[in-house]
């Protein structure tokens, strides 16, 4: 579990520290002050060594592969896309091991001249004379990988010099895309095996009581989910509202991955005001059975209002952060809350989000 973020010279935040993340941690702030940005900053952090990592987080905004030119790739992700400057993501976690990651501009390597891709180099494609590669460098007390992203005419190539670290237990739940039901369904299956279909049924009819099934069925050469009614036909995930879609994919990933770090952008998307309470209540509560940590963001008054639920629970003090972004002139700072000050704050109806 993180505890503390610093951010130089990724996206809006030049030099930016952001501390206090705790199992569960919602974070508020005007358009633009860079909510999605941090939970951004965190993915590209854990999923470095994913050979898609840039293709994805594009996607996280909407922006397609074939919209951009290939350095474009990650070219924005630098504070006004000036790749001169490097970028910085720095962790700490609860045992406050500090981890870092860099990455900047190589100009120097050259794909081609390992001996292992010099037979593919026309199934490859060359890449653009003035292509560079982008180069990753992770340390922490007992690490120093480096790996090394190359952008071709058809392919994204990622060489390491080190042995690659993965996580792969880092999931990103926003509007703009959706895990494939394959994915959805394989979720399922895990948790068919660890007994706790009826725990996530039950959450479920939380927020709609008709229904009474979850089951996978082999489609076109993969599963999908359906969910079963009382008096109505039976429908795939993905033919239902975005509020139930969105629940069935938080409650199923951090019910079959344990531990995981689960980023939620707008978690208010797709529900109505009332359900908050009990959104954050079993958010509260999955987080800590299973151990996941989650970060969320919200410009929703009623969502945020709505946590107070967890800032309130005295038998467990340490489960809830509150933190606000704000911007004075081109500076973003964070101003976390302790329990105390966010219950007060909600209740004295200051502005928070």
Known sequence: MITKLELNNFRCFQNFVIEGFRPVTLIAGANGVGKSTILESIFLFNERNSHNVFTILNSFRGIHHNQL????????????????NIITISSTTKHLEKQCLTLEKDSTFSLFS??????????LGYPDQD????????NDSTH??????????????LTSHQPILTSNNTHYICSKISYTSQHVAEWYGKI????????????LQILDKRITQIYALPQGGTSTLFVKFESMPDLPINALGDGINKLITTILVMLSHRSAMILIDEIENGFHYSFFPKLWEIIGKLATETECQVIATSHSY????????????TANPELFRFIRLDRHNSVISSKKYENEQFIYAINSGWEVR
């Not at 390992?114 to 199934?123: D, G, M, T």
């Not at 120093?144 to 190539?157: E, K, R, Y």
Request: net charge negative.
């Open 192 to 203: 068919l095996k660890g007994n706790k279909s009826q725990q996530c049924i039950d959450i």
């Open 69 to 84: 030119s290939m350095t474009m790739l990650w070219e924005h992700l630098f504070t006004n896309s000036d790749v001169n």
């Open 302 to 313: 009623e969502c945020i209002h709505s946590a107070e639920c967890l800032a309130a629970d």
């Open 114 to 123: 390992l001996p292992e891709l010099k037979s593919q180099a026309h199934l």
């Open 144 to 157: 120093n990988d480096t790996s090394l992203f190359t952008v071709t005419a058809n392919n994204i190539i």
């Open 131 to 138: 292509a560079y590669s982008l180069k990753l460098v992770y």
